[in-house]
């Protein structure tokens, strides 16, 4: 059943608010009429921006929704929207993040040079429109950018440093029939990027400061408008404690089932010297992917969508950007159903010594989780599922509690259901656990409980024995995103308990497919909405 009138009006009124102030957001939910603009977070933009935000939030207030799906959409939109308001108004990435500028022009460039649903002149005609804007764009960013945290500068300048290959792709790729200058605007794009890490690196990082942490009240304030959680802080910092010790036991348990003169920390490190070559690196994730997706097929587990997964290695002008792996879905809104898993192998002529080092991160034990948790029952799946919901609001609001919690529960659901055929992929799958229980403890730590960044590439190191660089590197997005990483542990809670609930309901007439599919009929909306919308909310 579709929306009433009143309510289809404020979410096109939403959607049309969203995507003139962030156009890269539309590209990415392949609406291509804003594919041409930059967004604007000039301080005067985001004052006009947060007006028009509360005058949307007022609106859905007073809106009456007399069904009870409509009244679900509602509450997640206003959820969305306030979160919105709170994100600009309190926590000011475009003031105090130099990352939120940099990674918007990469992603904006990046969509265009991946947006297979568009034909080549417009890509070309689009891009190009981008890249003319990037010098202003990058000035703007100056006269904004202020009081911002030490590790988001140097995040920044990292990426300024390596995204000059995504202009130099787009300036070799996509050139107008009408050229126009174009090389030369690539030039000068490339140059102020250059510049504006420059600036970073020279000015910006001299004024920094410690002050990445938000603080309780506004990580709550996430919880409760972002996730729908009725948690607060202290209570998730205590349940991720706990989840980290039990998984720490499952691991030792596992771990004596296979060798029990070895502790698990070195099981896994012996394990990981079984790994796929650089050449096969492709083949094997392909070949687990499909591996998954035939077990959840034959089992019946839920309704599989249309739309293919396509498994290839990063694009070279990508690599400095994706160092292991990633996933690209179809836009919401796309006619393209394809999703892409992007895999990095070693450079060619790497030193042996590095190429192992690489290698040692796709062990042939974890790729069966990776695969089912990007692909199928996974993420690939879930947003295929999302792009077809006859609801606008199930295909562009979500919470990562929701994304992440689903992909992270499949991978527990699956060894449940007896997908892992080894105990040493059943190891890995809780080592991956393992470093989620983990997530929750820092980001509940860094943004309410005083805790360092130091403190926090130390807990990765010595708990979850991550190499110190990659837990650098991990530390300085936990530090970004508060509110984010106790998603996945957080996510997978709630949507087990959600299933034990509609289990003892439904009584004989239980099916997990059915389950699964309810699920997923809601897109990406809290798992508590979801709860309400089936009837079992408490």
Known sequence: MSPTPILSDLVESYLDLWWTMDPVAATAAGVAEYDHRLGTHGTDDVRRYLAAL????????????????????????LGDVRLRIHRFEREQPHVRNPVFWVAHLLEGLYLILASHDRSHEHRARTAAARVRATPEYLETAKGTLRDCPWV????????????????DQVARE???????????????????????????????????????????????????????????????????????????????????????????????????????SGAELVAAYEGHMERARRFVEERGLVSIPPGPLRVVGTPLFLRPLIPFAAYHPPGAFSDDRTGWFYVTPPDAGSAPDVEERMLRDHCAYDLPSTALHEGYPGHHLQFLSAQAQPRTVRKVVATPLTIEGWALYCEEMMAEEGFYATPEERLFQKVALLWRAARVVLDVGLHTRGMTYEEAVDFLVDRVHFDRSNAEAEVRRYCA????????????????????????????????????????????LPISLIRWGIGLDE
């Open 152 to 167: 988001f500068v140097e995040t920044a300048v990292q990426m300024a440093e390596r995204g000059g290959a995504v202009i």
């Open 54 to 77: 509360k005058s949307l939030s007022g609106s859905l207030e007073e809106c009456s929704a007399e069904m009870l799906q409509d009244e679900i959409d509602r509450t997640a939109l």
């Open 174 to 276: 996509l050139v107008p029939s009408d050229d126009g200058g174009f090389e030369a605007a690539c030039d000068e794009a490339a140059t102020a990027l250059e510049a504006f890490g420059s600036y970073l690196r020279d000015e910006l990082l001299d004024e920094s400061n410690d002050g990445f942490a938000i603080g309780e009240q506004a990580f709550n304030f996430r919880l409760h408008y972002q996730h729908a959680l009725r948690n607060t802080a202290p209570e998730l910092w205590r349940y991720g404690l706990a989840l980290l010790e039990h998984v720490a036991a499952d691991l030792a348990a596992i771990a004596g089932e296979i060798d029990p003169t070895l502790s698990w920390v070195e099981l896994t490190e012996r394990l990981r010297a079984d790994h796929p």
């Open 481 to 524: 995103e508060p509110a984010y990483q106790l998603s996945y542990a957080v996510g997978r809670r709630e949507l087990t308990a959600l299933r034990q609930a509609y289990c003892t309901a439904q009584g004989t007439d239980y099916s997990l497919r059915r389950f699964h599919d309810t699920v997923l009929s809601y897109g990406g």
